[in-house]
């Protein structure tokens, strides 16, 4: 069996929509690698994250990642002592200029901050409000409907996979997991069909001793595997910019071995097609390893 690998890519800030959307997008056309770019369509509030400095493991992750010199310090006061631009306002070229090359468009998130950090005290009315801002920005920007999403910080919950299921999306990635399944959340199943990211990111890895940057496009390739489609998150604004050599050296490594890319929206439809196979899994809160907090994993499937 070939390897196959689909590309996930994550747009949490206005820098990372200007400067680090275009060099990904010249990348994947390059490698002849289809991605999918979920974009953060609202203000950028990136500053008023500091408040995550009390989850369990922030500060280790920040002295390891380099936050300062991937994101900028002008990133790092949106929202707070600098005003939060409006990104899908400022960018709308940028974000025309993927649909047109003909790559997979979706929604990561309107205020990206504020679901990221605050979903889960959120009631379901101020959640839907949140989705359908994002979902208004995509449709003036690209005048259709998105068929996507992905989480902010892989947040997600019932309320929030309640208004995925209002807004008909093909498919969503909120999760970590293994394969593609349907949510069930508090005994409640939920039908947009989910698929996770599979392998770990690369702000995950960077700064730990046992993955320096010349042995972490090794590491990528001993964990693809053969019997499940890869999914792989990348950020625009790591990737992009500070860690784009060592992000081409995998997708170069990739071609090399000859990785298949595939198109997300392409898997889905394949798996819809057969939907009765696709089992119901329980969607939890858990800690992942290189990341502060709790993110929604995939569970055991349904007995």
Known sequence: MSLRLALKIDVDTDRGTREGVPHLLADSREFGAPACFLFSLGPDNTGKAISRVFRPGFLKKVGRTSVVQLYGIRTLLNGTLLPAPHIGRRNEAVLQSVRDAGFEVGIHGHDHYRWQDHLHTMDMAEIRAEFTAARTEFRRIYGVEALTAGAAGWQSNARSRQVYDEAG???????RGTAPFFPRVDGRVFQTLEIPSTLPTFDELMGRPEYPDDKIVAHYLSLLRADRLNVFTLHAEIEGMGKRP?????????ADRG??????????RECLAQREKIPVCDMRQAPVDGRSGRLAVQGPAAA
Do not use: G, H
């Not at 999306?169 to 999760?175: I, K, V």
């Not at 060592?246 to 990739?254: E, S, V, W």
């Open 259 to 268: 990785v298949q890319f595939i198109r997300l929206e392409d898997f889905a």
């Open 169 to 175: 999306l093909l498919y969503a990635s909120d999760t």
């Open 246 to 254: 060592l992000y081409r050296a995998l997708l170069r490594a990739c």
